[in-house]
């Protein structure tokens, strides 16, 4: 998607382990978004930003953190990866918090 | 608590036919309800939204009605095609708030 880059694009880790995911922006929007989709349960909320350091927890932020110590990136890092955040991770970007959120490709991100 | 419910969860329709997604919600300050429509290995992306001053909103093939009073929107597509086929998100928001999801419905367009 045009403005904005997820990496990497697909990741198998296990259990325990740490794992970054990388939102990468060239839009200079000053919001963005980390979502996970999951069969069943939609798109839900993790955490989000809006202002480099800026940051806020969503519906299901247990078991993750987010860095934003620049506009153009958004880190969410599983401190110790679990076999139920196994999903797919979806970075969106907004001009004004609100409106058209542009989405990035996703991570597909497997615990074993 | 959720805060979108959107119905069906599957949605199979004839090549020509009219898809019709519906989305309920409960809190009364959501002022903006866009449609995001996602591919098989992409990120949604926004199809068309609508705000609570206007009861129907239309663009090409795809409408939505919005009923402020019975805190419902539905997606209407018209002439359905197989090129529709993917899942279809309604979501909600009010200022300074992010987006909440309703959870998808998979629409498949049979010829």
């Known amino acids: 998607d045009a403005g904005i880059t997820q990496s990497p694009r697909h990741k198998v880790t296990e259990t325990g382990t740490p794992v970054t995911l990388r939102c990468h922006q060239t839009e200079n929007h000053r919001y963005m978004y980390w979502y996970r989709q999951d069969p069943g349960h939609g798109l839900r909320l993790i955490h989000y930003s809006y202002g480099v350091k800026d940051t806020d927890k969503g519906e299901v932020s247990d078991g993750y953190s987010v860095s934003r110590s620049k506009t153009e990136d958004f880190l969410l890092t599983l401190e110790s990866a679990t076999s139920s955040q196994t999903s797919v991770y979806f970075c969106?970007?907004?001009?004004?918090?609100?409106?058209?959120?542009?989405f990035g490709s996703g991570t597909r991100l497997t615990v074993v | 608590q959720q805060q979108v419910k959107q119905s069906p969860q599957s949605l199979i329709v004839q090549k020509g036919g009219i898809s019709i997604i519906n989305c309920a919600y409960e809190?009364?300050?959501?002022?903006?309800f866009p449609w995001y429509q996602q591919f098989p290995g992409k990120g949604p992306a926004l199809l068309i939204a609508?705000?609570?001053?206007?009861s129907e909103k239309k663009e090409g093939r795809f409408t939505i009605s919005f009923n402020k009073s019975a805190k419902q929107f539905s997606l209407h597509i018209m002439d359905s095609q197989p090129g529709d086929s993917a899942t279809y998100f309604c979501a909600a928001t009010l200022i300074g708030t992010p987006l909440v999801f309703g959870k998808g419905t998979r629409l498949s367009v049979i010829a």
């Open positions: 609508i705000r609570p001053d206007v």
């Open positions: 809190n009364t300050a959501f002022d903006y």
């Open positions: 969106a970007i907004s001009v004004q918090g609100r409106g058209g959120y542009t």
